[in-house]
């Protein structure tokens, strides 16, 4: 059986609860008014998972990249969008804010987590592949 990597794996778990988080909050009732500014959409969210999957089980360091490159923009575009959920510049509806807010934050720390693995793992299996050619 082929040994795959335990960070890689992390990368796509993490991933994974992030799709999830973002399908659970389609339940909420507050989703319909605030569900764009706590958490960027489902097909978004979708494509990294499946890239960091695939990569993961064929063993290929591009589709990791390719996936912590894609979850950085979405972060970078998300927060552009909806980082006045947690300063105020949205208004949100005293009964739904703890849960927006929440959602928000969760799903912010899930993007960071997840792109900064995948970089990170991405880079450690690069300087393996290096050290082991220099020796």
Do not use: C
């Not at 991933?15 to 008014?33: E, K, N």
């Not at 894609?70 to 804010?97: C, E, P, R």
């Amino acid at each position: 059986m082929k040994e795959r990597s335990l960070l890689y794996f992390i990368t796509a778990v993490v991933s994974s609860v992030l799709f999830l988080v973002a399908l659970l909050i389609r339940t909420q009732p507050w989703f319909i008014m605030y569900g764009s500014h706590a958490l960027p959409s489902l097909y978004t969210l979708f494509i990294p998972v499946v890239l960091l999957w695939i990569g993961w089980y064929f063993q290929n360091k591009g589709f990791l990249l390719s996936a912590s490159i894609f979850l950085s923009v979405i972060l970078t575009m998300f927060w552009d969008k909806s980082a006045g959920v947690l300063n105020g510049d949205i208004h949100v509806i005293s009964a739904y804010a703890p849960g927006v807010k929440t959602a928000f934050v969760l799903g912010s720390m899930l993007m960071i987590g997840t792109f900064a693995l995948g970089f990170y793992t991405y880079m450690k299996s690069e300087l393996e592949k290096e050290k082991v050619v220099t020796e």
